[in-house]
């Protein structure tokens, strides 16, 4: 079963810490996204990557930044986390050149305090 | 602006009972649109996916309808369960310098009570 896997489900991190959030993708895909979700908001995109090493801000990339060092791997990364940021994280992955399957993982609830 | 709205914002409906969930978008160029459903907690988990010369798609109880010309569609469900007891997500894929984005709606809630 193909999927998108974030290595955490839960997270509760103190303001100032330095947070990391890791997705592994086992598609081979070319493309890796990071979103956060929040109520009323929806999904709102933070960066994304069409391969490795390379990344692109999205509509809020303020605050965080990301890590693409191997193709199935995309991490976002909180340099010092603030209470604004507690939220859902969700990543996604897509094959590049075709519409994307919309694969996304299972989520991370990241409360900051 | 590419924008994606759904609506209701939230429905309550009794087991057994069908609804139909609304989403409309000024997206271009249009690549697909495609319907999440989202448990609480859980990441989104892809319903159906329809291209711009689709209609009508179905998985099972959910029935997905496309009018591209209005920019407009429906998912309707059938027969509810409590299961179905979930978010429900509108997500437009468009073309923008070669690569493919999402825009998303926010989401209806729906509830389906015994």
């Known amino acids: 079963d193909v999927k998108v896997t974030q290595s955490s489900r839960y997270l509760v991190k103190r303001t100032g810490e330095k947070v990391f959030l890791e997705c592994v993708q086992d598609?081979?895909?070319?493309?890796m996204f990071w979103y956060r979700q929040d109520p009323g908001l929806g999904l709102r995109l933070i960066y994304f990557?069409?391969?490795?090493?390379?990344?692109e801000k999205g509509d809020i990339p303020e605050g965080y930044s990301v890590s693409r060092e191997k193709k199935e791997r995309f991490s976002l990364i909180l340099e010092s986390a603030s209470t604004n940021q507690t939220s859902m994280y969700l990543c996604?992955?897509?094959?590049?050149?075709?519409?994307?399957?919309?694969?996304f993982g299972q989520g991370t609830r990241l409360t900051v305090v | 602006k590419n924008q994606v709205e759904q609506s209701p914002q939230s429905l309550i409906i009794l087991e057994g009972k069908n609804c139909t969930l609304q989403?409309?978008?000024?997206?271009?160029?249009?690549?697909?649109l495609r319907w999440y459903k989202q448990d609480t907690g859980r990441g989104p988990v892809s319903l159906t996916i329809?291209?711009?010369?689709?209609n009508t798609k179905s998985n099972g109880r959910y029935t997905a309808t496309l009018d591209a010309d209005t920019k407009q569609s429906s998912l309707h469900i059938t027969a509810s369960q409590l299961s179905d007891s979930a978010s429900y997500i509108c997500?437009?894929?468009?073309?923008?310098?070669?690569?493919?984005?999402?825009?998303f709606g926010t989401g209806t809630r729906l509830k389906v009570l015994a």
């Open positions: 990557s069409y391969d490795v090493k390379m990344k």
């Open positions: 598609m081979d895909h070319e493309n």
């Open positions: 996604a992955s897509s094959r590049r050149g075709a519409p994307p399957r919309g694969l």
């Open positions: 997500v437009v894929s468009v073309v923008s310098s070669g690569t493919y984005k999402y825009i």
């Open positions: 989403c409309n978008y000024t997206v271009s160029p249009f690549s697909n």
């Open positions: 329809m291209t711009f010369s689709e």
